[in-house]
């Protein structure tokens, strides 16, 4: 059994505001009355065991003198205490104007000092967040078309299918509401968990595991789509606490984005770290491409142009053929991705159930394990 939030005050009055965030957050923490002692017998001290186990301890600023903790004559924080280092220690105080509470702090080995009241809401998150196990988040890539039908809900559905069978922990966020569900692509449009519409109310913080547990988990994915009723609309607070809820759980996270910006989606849209503009090697689709990518670079710090040959696998000779994928980046002002062929037969496995990306020699799954081996190793994208 995992150990809980540590709280160690004598301050009744700390205490009950501690066990009020605790309680936020969804936990009940131990509670240790009083600091430890120095010399050997802090190991009889009431949170000693809880000390060394727990995710997340908050030490009120009223037990920071106990001599368990203790300091060195030069100053150096905890030589001369039994109380070991560990990270994941917080110093909670109420004083700003009390310049010790910072030294205190250091004589704890707190890494942060949090101020109360002002500091509740990042504290009630802090707490969270160390319940949750949350590490660094999520490798969170957005995929947009230049214009409709240029693959974007193909490529995103890949991305996430080839990131899951690598081993990732993986969720795929169906951002565009008319885009049909991305459930149907990956054959889980009968599949049991909650859809957007039920997140449409959401606000504040969503819990990362809670998310997970209640979203539909074909091919080793977490797929959050639309259902097949009447639009609801999401709110950008929605979005935000969804999103930030999926990216906290760490690993990867895709996100299928429409064409059109609106305040949801540019709420999706500053949580990405790298996008990826899927355009068709004609000029008209570059003409709308740039529209779209103008709209979207000021929000997405990484914007990067996936380039396909023009208009699907059936075309033959083109009249812009020479619009290589070199070219069309540079009209667009963008990095170029890598190109990514048109796969055949694509449209005939989904129907037999097989997911886009799925095939492992095609042409998307070759793109995709290219693009993850370079990017989660931090060495670019796809070439």
């Known amino acids: 059994m995992a ?26 923490p131990q509670v240790a009355h009083g600091g430890p002692s120095g ?54 105080g109420r004083d700003w104007d009390d310049p010790g509470v910072w030294q205190r702090g250091v004589r704890v080995g707190a890494e942060s000092v949090a101020l109360l009241p002002d500091a509740e809401s990042w504290l009630t998150g802090r707490i969270a967040d160390a319940l949750e196990g949350v590490g660094d988040a999520a490798l969170t890539v957005g995929v947009i078309g230049g214009r409709g039908g240029a693959g974007a809900s193909t490529l995103a559905c890949a991305l996430a299918v080839t990131a899951a069978a690598a081993g990732e922990r993986t969720t795929l966020v169906d951002a565009d509401p008319l885009g049909g569900g991305l459930d149907i692509l990956l054959g889980a449009e009968r599949t049991q968990g909650l859809r957007w519409p039920d997140f449409a109310e959401s606000r504040g913080r969503v819990g990362g595991a809670a998310l997970a547990d209640s979203l539909p988990r074909p091919h080793g994915l977490s797929v959050l789509s639309w259902d097949r009723g009447e639009r609801a609309p999401v709110p950008a ?84 053929a020479g619009l290589d994928d070199t070219e069309v980046a540079r009209l667009l002002g963008l990095p170029l991705a890598g190109e990514l062929p048109w796969e055949r037969g694509l449209l005939a496995d989904v129907d037999r159930g097989w997911p886009p990306g799925s095939a492992k020699n095609g042409a998307l799954a070759r793109f995709c394990g290219r693009f993850w081996e370079q990017v989660l190793s931090g060495t670019g994208v796809a070439a």
């Open 3 to 28: 150990e809980n939030i540590l709280i160690v005050t004598e301050d009744e009055e700390l205490l009950d505001d501690l066990l009020r965030l605790c309680a936020a957050a969804g936990t009940e």
């Open 39 to 92: 010399g050997a017998g802090w190991a009889s001290w009431s949170g000693a065991a809880s000390w060394e186990r727990a995710p997340l301890v908050l030490v009120g600023d009223d037990c920071a003198g106990a001599s368990g903790f203790g300091a060195a004559d030069d100053g150096t924080p905890g030589a001369d205490g039994p109380v070991p280092r560990r990270p994941g220690v917080l110093l909670i």
């Open 237 to 320: 607070d929605a979005m935000k606490a969804v999103l930030s809820a999926a990216r906290r759980r760490g690993g990867v996270v895709v996100v299928d984005l429409p064409r059109q910006v609106d305040a949801t989606v540019a709420e999706a849209l500053v949580q990405l770290d790298l996008g990826l503009a899927v355009v068709p090697a004609e000029l008209r689709a570059v003409a709308a491409a740039h529209r779209v990518a103008a709209r979207t670079r000021s929000a997405v710090r990484d914007l990067r142009a996936v380039v396909r040959p023009p208009d699907g696998p059936q075309r033959r000779n083109p009249p812009d």
